[in-house]
């Protein structure tokens, strides 16, 4: 908004930084101690423990739900190679911890300092305040020394990673002949040779269609499969299932109304007066009487407000709008400014009113009241609001009944089921590379679901959480191993396959042939050339970054030249070069300096790539199995 209002962060900011206090810099105490939860991997013999590294899932679960939104899929990072890769983050950032250490990089007080200040989530009255810091780390069971600590090793890790990457150069001359390669344009003409036209002609015989099933006899294998029943606890379905009273409905909408409509709205006019920080006295006397003195003018002419507020006001934001804030309701302003505007009437003029910006006149333009929906309006919303709150406290000790019901009679559903209130749903043929549905398909469930004693003895799973605060449990009820189509059933696919396979073979050959031949000098009437049109490496798209390849390999000195290439679709793509554009870029223009960029952080990353690789050899690293860890 304007200068002097309060400035405040958004609700996801403050979250997410209490959320990564315990962890942000490797490890509360209580995340680093392996206790009896073991340990997911060992740095030069510091543990990365199992708590640590479960938690840098989750953290990467909610940043993947964040930015994808509904099509967010839980299992994304529930599979081996996601969680690996989580894993390798957290070694590499102990590795250049590590390694700052060892090369005595220091922090100087003044920055330390000034880098926690500088968060704005310890910050009162737009100002970091020691107390709301010591607070807030309180809560978080640590000291300021332990937070100090911590955020020092993340700006030495900075740091390190600074030299790393900002030591990268770029010859100029590279850069050159990229900038050139990529501002090069093409005007070309295709003709394409497609499979389609060879495809009748293009007849398998018996002994390559027993030659393909032979060597592709994986191929037509079906998988193993299965049908599940299975019963899913959420929290939501549970809630659904509450019982709530019009008595509690009505209590809570009484109790919580400004949560239900519009809050009250003031619009105000200012003219403001600052004060330095450093002032006198003398000096904020001396404003103060100046400030009057506007206030008598205003109160004699209050339409010259505007006016006097371009010409005088010191908030840079309002005074070019006249002196206008606009609408706003409690919570936006600072608290001396704000409690004076809503006491005012409207038309009403006030001042000087001092806050930590200095003084202002104000006046109240216009109020806005407050909007608050009818008790019907919101009736559903509140019973829906009250279901997950009384659901939401005992779901932990409701999950954990869930699991051990599963686990204690563990040949049917039927009693938790009925246990929850739950049904017990059907699944139709599943392998394990089914998708669908989604609930009981993530990598985990499959894993349980084709594991030996739910296979072999149909016992139930375990009970697992595919997404927060929903648990799935499932038994196998029929089971078919995996089994060999003959050839017989497969045979069609295969022919069709094959006849595509020579058509293409085909068109490819007759494309090269009509190709040496333009080479050679020769004229082929027959040639049916498309549109002319432009290619660049600025504007590839589709299958023009294969063809781009073989513009760039061919020799374009005398035009027209010719080159062709196999399209992705099995056919075959004759070129001809009409004409190439070559701009001249210099080393000052912002296409240069933007390429220039780029290949320094491609350099960079392949210089800190190594450099990670050389500290892997220096310190000893010990990663714990994948099936220890999950």
Avoid: C
């Avoid at 050339?529 to 590839?540: D, M, T």
């Amino acid at each position: 908004m304007f200068d002097f209002v309060n400035k405040k962060k958004t609700v996801v900011q403050i979250v997410l930084l209490i959320a990564v206090l315990p962890f942000m810099f490797w490890g509360v105490e209580s995340y680093r101690s392996a206790g009896d939860a073991g340990y997911a991997a060992v740095v030069d013999g510091e543990e990365i423990s199992r708590q640590e590294y479960e938690q840098a899932i989750r953290n990467q679960q909610e940043n993947l739900r964040n930015m994808l939104g509904e099509k967010f899929d839980a299992s994304l990072l529930d599979n081996p190679q996601m969680r690996l890769a989580v894993l390798e983050n957290l070694i590499q950032e102990r590795l250049l911890r590590r390694e700052a250490e060892r090369v005595g990089l220091t922090v100087l007080d003044s920055r330390l300092t000034a880098e926690i200040q500088n968060i704005s989530f310890f910050h009162e009255d737009e100002k970091f305040s020691y107390q709301r810091y010591r607070d807030l780390l309180q809560r978080q069971g640590m000291s300021p020394a332990m937070f100090e600590a911590r955020v020092a090793g993340e700006l030495m890790r900075q740091q390190l990673l600074e030299g790393i990457t900002g030591s990268v150069i770029v010859p100029r001359t590279v850069a050159g002949k990229v900038a050139s390669l990529s501002a090069t344009t093409y005007e070309i003409n295709r003709m394409t040779i497609s499979p389609e036209q060879y495809i009748d002609q293009a007849e398998p015989d018996e002994a390559a269609i027993q030659s393909y099933y032979d060597s592709h006899y994986q191929d037509f294998t079906l998988p193993e499969r299965v049908k599940v029943e299975y019963v899913v606890l959420s929290l939501d379905e549970l809630a659904r299932q509450e019982q709530i009273s019009d008595e509690e409905i009505r209590k809570y909408y009484d109790e919580h109304q400004d949560e239900f409509g519009q809050a009250e709205e003031r619009r105000a006019s200012h003219i403001l007066l600052s004060v330095p920080a450093d002032a006198t006295e003398e000096q904020k006397t001396s404003i103060k009487a100046r400030a009057e003195q506007i206030l008598e003018q205003v109160r004699q002419d209050p339409e010259k407000l505007p006016e006097l507020a371009a010409e005088l006001s010191e908030d840079p934001g309002s005074a070019k709008e006249g002196g206008d804030l606009g609408f706003f309701a409690r919570g936006l302003m600072v608290k001396p400014f704000e409690d004076e505007v809503f006491q005012m009437q409207r038309g009403e003029i006030r001042g000087p009113v001092e806050t930590p910006f200095g003084f202002h006149i104000i006046r109240l333009t216009e109020v806005k009241g407050a909007d608050v929906a009818g008790l019907d309006d919101v009736k559903e919303q509140i019973r829906q609001l009250l279901q997950h709150q009384k659901v939401a406290d005992r779901f932990g000790e409701l999950s954990e009944d869930f699991s051990n019901i599963v686990y204690e009679q563990n040949d049917t559903l039927q009693p938790v089921a009925q246990m929850f209130n739950l049904s017990v749903q059907q699944s139709d043929w599943i392998d394990r590379n089914s998708r669908e549905p989604s609930v009981i398909t993530n990598e985990r469930m499959l894993q349980a679901i084709f594991s030996e004693s739910a296979v072999r003895d149909h016992f139930n799973t375990e009970s697992i959480e595919v997404a927060p605060d929903t648990f799935v449990a499932a038994r196998v009820v029929e089971h078919r191993p995996a089994s060999a189509q003959s050839i017989g059933l497969v045979k069609d696919r295969i022919v069709a396959f094959l006849k595509r396979q020579l058509a293409s073979e085909q068109a490819e050959n007759e494309g090269k042939q009509k190709l040496a031949g333009l080479q050679a000098g020769e004229v082929d009437e027959s040639l049916e050339w498309g549109e002319s049109s432009e290619v660049s490496f600025a504007q590839k798209k589709g299958d023009n970054e294969e063809i781009l390849h073989a513009l760039f390999q061919t020799d374009v000195e005398k035009l027209p030249a010719y080159t062709g290439v196999v399209t992705s679709k099995g056919g075959y793509d004759l070129i001809r070069i009409n004409q190439v554009k070559r701009p001249d870029i210099g080393n000052e223009s912002s296409q240069y300096n933007l390429l220039f960029d780029q290949l320094q952080q491609i350099y960079g990353q392949e210089e800190l790539s190594a450099y990670i690789a050389g500290l892997r050899q220096r310190y000893e690293v010990t990663i714990r199995p994948l099936e220890e860890n999950d």
